[in-house]
């Protein structure tokens, strides 16, 4: 899936509101309170595309992954 469905916008949403560090398993969390799509799979691909599209920074160091919300993207 490519392009900004409604879950995707519905993430980025939340990203913009509380900010900090987005990790796959966080995002889980959040799918799980909304009743949605709670896979690994689903989180860590909607956190990539976002990243892609502009929306979030991805941050590495060996064995952590996370993403902040960068303040720009695709429009």
Avoid: C, K
């Avoid at 469905?5 to 959040?30: F, H, S």
């Avoid at 799979?41 to 941050?59: K, P, S, V």
């Amino acid at each position: 899936m490519s392009e900004l469905n409604a879950r995707r916008a519905a993430l980025l949403d939340t990203i913009r509101r509380q900010t900090g560090e987005w990790t796959t398993g966080r995002v889980q969390r959040l799918y799980r309170t909304r009743g949605i799509a709670p896979l690994r799979a689903t989180a860590r691909d909607d956190l990539h595309f976002l990243a892609r599209a502009g929306f979030l920074m991805l941050h590495e160091s060996p064995g952590r992954r996370f993403f902040t919300y960068s303040g720009s993207g695709a429009t």
